[in-house]
């Protein structure tokens, strides 16, 4: 599935490699590092496309889940496909 600005929803981008990254240096307790890494998505928002959703059950609503500005990453399930 696309998302509106033509990204796959399944892409990597810097920020959710950010975000990670602030995952990762919580687990081995470098806060400083975490709270720099998380401050940059933060503070990056809006060149990054991420917002919060306004209506919070939006993000279970399957019809509007692929234009949730939300995700930071997500991937698409399709089940047992075979090529």
Known sequence: MQHPNNNQRTRPSKGSAATAL???YLTVENFEEAYNSAKWV???K???DYDLEPDYQDLWRYD???FSKEYI????????MRG
């Not at 990453?73 to 047992?80: K, M």
Request: charged share 20%; aromatic share 10%; proline share 0%.
């Open 22 to 24: 602030a995952s990762v």
């Open 42 to 44: 933060i503070d990056n």
């Open 46 to 48: 809006t060149e990054l």
């Open 64 to 66: 509007v889940q692929d």
């Open 73 to 80: 990453f997500a991937s698409d399930f399709l089940g047992n």
